[in-house]
């Protein structure tokens, strides 16, 4: 796969970009961006080759759509048609339920092929300026197929986004996707967004090293993507904001009460915990 | 100051003792150690120039206490009486009040000065085998002195601790410094260490990246010394617990109600406070 189309310079789409180029010279990107600076800046850069456009991505064998979920579905809404059938479109939005069940429908009208992708890489900016070659290397990208277990599709994921720099894909449902990612990205963020909200916060400097660092780092996110994310997944994430609400009320209890055993096997439960899934 | 005892070889202790020695090899430090393996490992490394007993005591122009709190004020109702008046004692605990208090008292009944401290460093490790002479590198030191302004007992305190490789100190109350540290650390760990506790985490391979990681970092933590910091800043605890709850409880509610533009304006909250903190 050497011809990619990414719609959407913005961190992810831009850094994709930037990875193929790269990687190696011979991949040719064109990538649509309503911003024209930042289309100009990207080619002279030598980030892409051209405008994606109906011309262009008749010629593209892959396809990357890099929008948050509202506007790619309004670009392959409107693209589906001149997407070839000989290609591979995937999406890279963060939450997969929606963009999916619309993806999957067009592929089987239009004949091309889907998949659902998320990289689980990022940086808490945005935008084109802090996107990066190396945006990917070392870490996973998960696809969401049509089926399952389709190993043809699999193999054609992995030759489209491994150049990019990936260390591995997973494979899951759009539904377990945004069950699991409810947890390890959209909790964080709205737990580090509240936790920087503490009137303390404004007097940390000199008092604070690497548990506030990386506690708040996420509190500076983008409110528009966060909001449209977090509505997308409500289900998953209320699930997940009830669980720690009432593990932080056992804590809280404990410390109330001057209880020693229970803070103590609170605090050893967590510890294993941790243990058990990262140690 | 050259002649230095250090009470307890952990990672605080330990850091101190190799830090002192890789600056200048001039520097003696003497340390007191229950574990004698690593008593004797860190004599064998050039850590440590020999034991801290009533004898090396009587040298030291500066003392470091760097037990947990109730083992700290143990050490020094034992051992206030032989610490040379000429002397400079200070602790590394993660609370202040009660160590400060015993300090004041007992530096004011046998003529040694004394001040509290805590080194902003540290890692979710702890023991000798984990501590590192640059561990301090950049990081800032908190220092509690009996009286606020005393601007020669400060010298001193900046010529015993800096060449460990600290970057500035900060002056503060004990009251002061347990209220912040309560929002700085003491909260990072109980959210991290309640977070880990989702039914999810056990699944998250694979579908996480840098914000799961920061998030559940701390949780990996020591719980008796943990517990121990948190009955003794209960009040302070409490109240940051408390805040985190009521946040989180009014992005529950938005996400709940479906309210998109409330829910936005959380986030954009979140946001700026961490621009106006940390930006």
Chains 1, 2 share one sequence.
């Not at 579905?73 to 589906?80: K, T, Y």
């Not at 089926?147 to 043809?152: A, E, G, I, K, L």
């Not at 997973?170 to 503490?198: C, G, M, P, W």
Request: net charge neutral; glycine share 8%; aromatic share 10%.
């Amino acid at each position: 796969m050497k011809t990619i189309g990414i719609v959407g310079l913005g961190l992810i789409g831009g850094s994709f970009a930037r990875a193929y180029k790269a990687a190696d010279e011979t991949f040719v990107v064109y990538a649509a961006e309503q911003d024209q600076s930042t289309l100009q800046f990207a080619r002279l850069l030598g980030a892409i080759d051209g405008e994606l456009n109906r011309e262009t991505l008749g010629k593209c064998d892959g396809v990357l759509v890099c929008l948050h979920t509202e506007l790619s579905c309004q670009w392959l809404e409107a693209n589906a048609p001149f997407i070839p059938a000989s290609a591979l479109a995937m999406d890279c939005c963060g939450t997969k339920r929606r963009i999916c069940e619309l993806g999957f429908r067009l592929a089987r009208q239009y004949g091309f092929e889907y998949a659902g992708g998320h990289p689980m890489a990022g940086t808490h900016r945005w935008g084109f300026k802090n996107s990066r070659a190396d945006m990917f290397r070392g870490a996973s990208f998960v696809v969401v197929p049509r089926v399952y277990d389709d190993v043809t599709l699999l193999e054609r994921v992995r030759s489209f986004v491994m150049p990019a720099g990936f260390q591995r894909l997973a494979v899951t449902t759009a539904e377990n996707h945004d069950r699991l990612i409810a947890f390890t990205s959209q909790l964080a963020h709205v737990v580090s967004n509240a936790y920087v909200k503490s009137p303390t916060a404004r007097e940390h400097h000199g008092f604070s090293a690497g548990s506030y660092r990386d506690l708040t780092r996420v509190a500076w996110l983008n409110p528009t993507m966060w909001t449209d994310l977090f509505l997308e997944n409500r289900d998953h994430l209320l699930f997940e904001i009830d669980q720690i609400l009432g593990e932080l009320r056992q804590y809280r209890d404990a410390i109330a009460a001057g209880d020693e055993k229970r803070l103590w096997r609170l605090l050893e439960e967590g510890r294993r915990r941790k243990e058990e899934v990262d140690g």
